[in-house]
């Protein structure tokens, strides 16, 4: 009975603290420059979109109807931001994943891309000195870099850690390279962009990777030789070709695809993702929410024994107590102080936002003890849970 207990108290806990992200809402992050933005024009077949199709709005400037910084709506183009943006690869890239995909699952998108920029506005430790050099001789760039808050990396792991509330990311798709075409060093810095995505959201480390290539005719062209050396950067990268795409924006420069090839790029983008994704594309069934609810009558029926229950008003964090038996405490910086009153085995655990544990902390503890998780577990959300006879608390915890 009391297994069954903490059981079902972790599983709420777990529920109130996460809103149940959803594990059938299939992220996905876009990034690069003017090809990523889109070029095409909107056609009126690219203006109905499926509502399962969702696009987190990523850009201060909201003149573009119906979007929001930092909120869902439907992916209707463009998606990137309101500075010249148009139909992209992201669009129909979404469109197909939703397509082809199962009914139960939904797809939403992340797109940051500014034209003309170098992977070095990526660079999260570097991107400054970049901005520096472009300012003046490329000064037109700097209203799409500051529509992304001037720090267009930052941007994009922001809205990336607010979709994690709400759904699951599976992947990134990436085009960029073509301001790049002559620096052979672009690859190994592609992946370090890549590395610090990964760390700083707390991923798994098999997130695929999907970078296009550029148009194989015009100024750009040489950008494919470094496109095609990704792969060697890591297993989880993959190239989407660009072959039997020739007709071109009329830029004088052969840089931009057209709206038609833009939706068949998207296309391609979405098909490599299947088939590097495979069963983890089939929906999941209903876990910790379902638990959660199915074990509230036992828990209300034992309401005598379990514990109070109360919310940090401000902070999302879940706190359950047994009498006066100590404190749980977490602060920004995601670190994690246990104080008992009194010396006593305790059963500490870590639970990721899903409810899968992570990290077994259980020992003899007494007075304040520091618990030290950065360095322990990636980047991310996590449930804490500490109980003992006397002690019983659950928190919410990220891990910088």
Known sequence: ???????????????????????????????GQSNMEGQGDIGQQDKTVDERFQVLWAADNGSCSGKTMGKWSTAVPPLAHCQGAKLGPTDYFGRTMVEKTDPQIKVGVIVVAVAGCSIKLFD????????????????????????YGGNPYGRLIEM?????????????????????????????????????????????????FLAGEVLRSGVSAGANNNIAKLPQQSKNFYVVSSEGFNQALNDGQNVHFTSQEYRDFGKRYAEKMIEVLGDKLKPVAESSSSVAESSSSEVASSSSSAPESSSDAGTGFVQMEHFAGGTLSVNKAGNVLLSLAKAEQITVKVYSSLGKEVLDLSGNYSGSNSLVLAGRLPAGRYIISAHGTGFNATKLVTVK
């Open 1 to 31: 009975m009391k297994k069954l207990l903490t059981g079902a108290i972790m599983a709420i806990a777990i529920s109130q603290a996460f809103a149940a992200p959803d594990p059938n809402f299939h992220i996905y992050l876009a990034f």
């Open 160 to 208: 990336a850690k607010k979709a994690q509330e709400d759904g699951v990311i599976k992947g990134i798709i990436f085009h960029q390279g073509e301001t790049d075409a002559g620096d052979g060093n672009w690859p190994s810095a592609v992946k370090k962009v890549y590395d610090n995505i990964i760390k700083d959201l707390g991923l798994e480390n098999d997130i695929p």
């Open 124 to 147: 999260k430790n570097n991107y400054t000195s970049y901005i520096s050099s472009v300012q003046t001789t490329q000064n037109w760039m700097m209203g799409r870099i500051n529509t």
